[in-house]
């Protein structure tokens, strides 16, 4: 039986599915009565599974009449390479947000299945770095690499 987690994302994945806008506007509080726990596993749920790198946006907006929209994004592999590489530029590449964002592009095809393996020992390669801010660093600038190399032969 699969998890909490798990049951959550599928149901808020099929109602995305059936959505002729490509979009939900759901309540948390709702939510979590239907699946019977806190808005915060709502959260986590939220946080983890609907990420950009994953092509999804979240909007929240709290209080009263509060909602959250999901919106499952279509992005060009243009789009999505200057979006990923926007993300490391501004900031440090944990490997999980790193592992999201090479799963996406090979879900939408725009890597192999080979690149991606090839992509993803290349960072197992940084779990000897104890230092985290130095791991995320590393990762961000092997990912960069990676994707400007597949950007200069031609995706």
Do not use: W
Request: hydrophobic share 40%; proline share 1%.
């Amino acid at each position: 039986m699969g998890s909490l987690a798990d049951s959550m994302e599928d149901y808020l994945k099929k109602l995305l599915s059936l959505s002729a806008s490509g979009c939900i506007d759901i309540k948390r509080k709702e939510l979590a009565g239907k699946f019977m726990c806190v808005p915060s596993q709502v959260n986590y749920v939220l946080e983890t599974r609907f990420t950009l790198e994953k092509g999804f946006s979240v909007e929240s907006k709290r209080g009263g009449k509060g909602f959250v929209r999901i919106r499952k994004l279509d992005l060009s592999a243009e789009n999505l390479l200057s979006m990923i590489l926007q993300d490391i530029m501004d900031a440090q590449m944990s490997e999980s947000s790193a592992r999201g964002m090479i799963h996406r592009l090979y879900e939408l095809k725009y890597i192999s299945f080979r690149e991606s393996r090839l992509m993803e020992t290349t960072l197992n390669s940084l779990q000897i770095v104890q230092d985290v801010t130095l791991r995320n660093s590393l990762t961000g600038l092997l990912l960069r690499d990676m994707l400007l190399m597949l950007i200069k032969y031609n995706f």
